[in-house]
């Protein structure tokens, strides 16, 4: 049984940092292709960034390009999520996906990942 557990959520000033973590089990974390999507209070889930099973590319939306940061750990199965120069705009719930990478092309659609997080909530405030 695959578990992904997000954690590092919190309450942070405007123009703060925070990083979130991603610990996956239960499957080879080296196979598998990672993401970040988030859900803001009546909006949809939204892609955030993803990395490949390598760490070799990272993909990134545009509102967050250049502030957020995806990486990962491969000998600790987890996934990391830099956020830096944070804005009101970021407050959601951050989810962290799974699919096997092998199957993954776009990197940015829900549907590509078969395993999810529980969410951990990111306050920004003003």
């Known amino acids: 049984q695959v578990q992904v557990v997000e954690s590092g959520g919190g309450l942070v000033q405007a123009g703060g940092s925070l990083r979130l973590s991603c610990a996956v089990s239960g499957r080879t974390f080296s196979s598998l292709a990672m993401g970040w999507f988030r859900q803001a209070p009546g909006k949809d889930r939204e892609f955030v960034a993803a990395?490949?099973?390598?760490?070799?590319?990272?993909y990134y939306a545009d509102s967050v390009q250049g502030r957020f940061t995806d990486s990962r750990d491969n000998a600790k199965s987890t996934q990391y999520l830099q956020m830096n120069s944070l804005k009101v705009e970021d407050t959601a719930v951050y989810y962290c996906?799974?699919?096997?990478?092998?199957?993954?092309?776009?990197?940015?659609?829900?549907?590509?990942?078969?395993?999810w997080g529980q969410g951990t909530q990111v306050t920004v405030s003003s």
């Open positions: 996906a799974a699919g096997p990478d092998v199957l993954v092309t776009t990197y940015r659609t829900t549907y590509e990942y078969d395993y």
């Open positions: 990395i490949n099973y390598s760490g070799s590319r990272a």
